[in-house]
């Protein structure tokens, strides 16, 4: 792409550091030119691999800069809509970690102002642009494992040592639902294009005001769904779609090059194959499929409505719980 974004990342958390920032740098179409953050040695690991990077010590400073197209915005899960608003409000296209929003009538908010500025803004919903979702998505649309019956789905994980993280504290936003369940929940969502008509049950275990295990149960107009998700157990993660006449299970569906190569097993009356997906950087190919969006217009995998969606099953887990 001749006329490349050019990015800015508001914070230098430990996950842009890893993996976003990096992600945006390698991309194609995208250029990493700006980080805001207040400490000199917390830009030094992002200048290691990106030596031109020009550092603000002030996130209003970033956003006022004309030398960048986009932000990506990795802040504690409560200050994603201010400052994708304040980012909106600069001229930016915005990219915010996941989830979005604390509850889904704040993403209208951003929808609103998406549609009034012309700007694009999304959730950082990678597994969107996965290939090996897509084909998920395809193989029960065209009918390969029949008609879908049951959407099971698990991912865990453990940081109960890690007691300064912010998704262990309530007032950044913590818990497993927001950090975690919107994969788990969001997938069976982006594979059938459903809703669901209702929570039948849940069963969540909280610590100091905060989720770490939740597990639901859940009817679909289609099909039946049941998934947890917990910051408290051993790492795990699986998804499985059961049909009349197959089953696919994905077998790293989150984490995919982290915790385990990309792969789908699909089991039918008569045999089981693997597909695998072995150098897709799920991370990158959202950067440049958000770029595309910005420079071309192209159609984008996930969009602020899907997150709104995802988010809006995640407060009616909570409600199902209260009542």
């Known amino acids: ?71 990506y915005i990795p802040l504690p899960n409560h200050l994603h809509v201010e400052w994708a608003q304040k980012a909106l409000d600069a001229g930016k296209h915005v990219l915010v970690e996941k989830p979005i929003a604390m509850s889904a009538d704040e993403i209208d908010g951003l929808i609103a102002k998406r549609d009034t500025t012309g700007l694009h803004c999304a959730e950082a919903y990678m597994i969107a642009h996965h290939p090996q979702w897509t084909r998920v998505r395809d193989l029960v649309a065209e009918g390969v494992i029949g008609d879908l019956v049951q959407v099971d789905v698990a991912f865990s994980y453990n940081n109960a040592a890690d007691t300064d993280n912010i998704r262990n504290r309530a007032e950044t936003g913590g818990g497993a639902a927001g950090d975690i369940g919107v994969y788990a929940f969001g997938c069976a969502r982006f594979v059938t294009g459903e809703e669901p008509d209702a929570i039948i049950s849940t069963r969540i275990v909280r610590e100091a005001g905060v ?23 051993a790492p795990y993660q699986e998804a499985r779609f059961h049909g009349t006449k197959g089953v696919i299970v994905v077998k790293t569906p989150f984490n995919a090059r982290v915790a385990g190569q990309a792969e789908l097993e699909i089991r039918l009356s008569d045999h089981v194959r693997i597909e695998t997906f072995p150098a897709v950087n799920h991370y990158a190919v959202q950067v440049e499929n958000f770029c595309r969006t910005v420079r071309a217009g192209a159609a984008y995998p996930w969009d602020l409505e899907n997150a709104k969606g995802t988010q809006t099953m995640i407060d009616a887990v909570f409600a199902a719980d209260r009542a």
């Open 1 to 71: 792409m001749s006329n490349p974004v050019r990015w800015g990342v508001l914070g230098a958390a430990k996950f842009a550091r890893e993996y976003m920032a990096r992600a945006i740098h390698e991309a194609e179409g995208a250029q990493l030119v700006a980080l805001a953050t207040s400490s000199a040695a917390k830009a030094e690991p992002f200048q290691a691999f990106c030596p031109e990077l020009q550092v603000f010590t002030d996130y209003d400073a970033l956003l006022a800069s004309d030398t960048v197209d986009a932000i």
């Open 211 to 233: 989720d770490v295990t939740t597990e639901i149960t859940a009817t679909f107009p289609s099909f039946s769904y049941h998934g947890y998700v917990s910051m408290r157990m």
